[in-house]
């Protein structure tokens, strides 16, 4: 395949990759946690990239188009650490414990909590959060970028 193609076929994967979330947030009424917002950037960026690159061919853009996915995959990685309960999360995207506070510092609690924690899986497929499904369709984007880099 030629490089035209494969910058084709990762910004579609991007774009897809958007348009999937957007479609679960506004019609399917699934709000997306601090970290969820975090993957769409790498996109966004990807899609930047990949759109100059298909204007001015680029091997630097094409790799940087690359690095944006693959940050998407990353933080996808650390939402669904999050998620399973392997590692804690950020203070500021992870439903704090009130166990052990008084009713005074579990209001407080409750009070800054964020909207939607990041700790909490709103829906699954076959066992996998969309975090998980991020992890790897955003390694594939990014190896199509690669990819695009390496043709001609």
């Known amino acids: 395949m030629t490089r035209r193609t494969y910058t084709l076929l990762a910004l579609a994967g991007s774009a897809g990759l958007l348009l999937g979330a957007l479609y679960f947030q506004y019609f399917r009424g699934l709000l997306p946690c601090q970290m969820c917002y ?5 996109h966004f960026a990807a899609l930047g990239f990949g759109a ?44 704090p414990s009130i166990e052990t506070l008084t009713p005074q510092e579990a209001l407080d609690a409750i009070m800054n909590a964020p909207m939607v ?18 992890v790897f369709a955003s390694a594939a984007i990014a190896g199509l970028f690669v990819l695009a880099a390496k043709a001609r």
Not at 38 to 42: A, E, V
Request: charged share 10%.
């Open 38 to 42: 975090w993957q769409r950037y790498g």
């Open 52 to 95: 100059v690159a298909l204007v001015i061919p680029s091997r630097i853009l094409l790799g940087l188009g690359a690095l944006s996915a693959l940050s998407s995959s990353l933080v996808g990685i650390f939402h669904s650490g999050v998620e399973r309960k392997w590692w804690d999360g950020l203070q500021s995207c992870t439903a």
């Open 117 to 134: 924690p990041c700790d909490q899986i709103p829906w699954e497929l076959f066992g996998l959060s969309m975090a998980n499904y991020n």
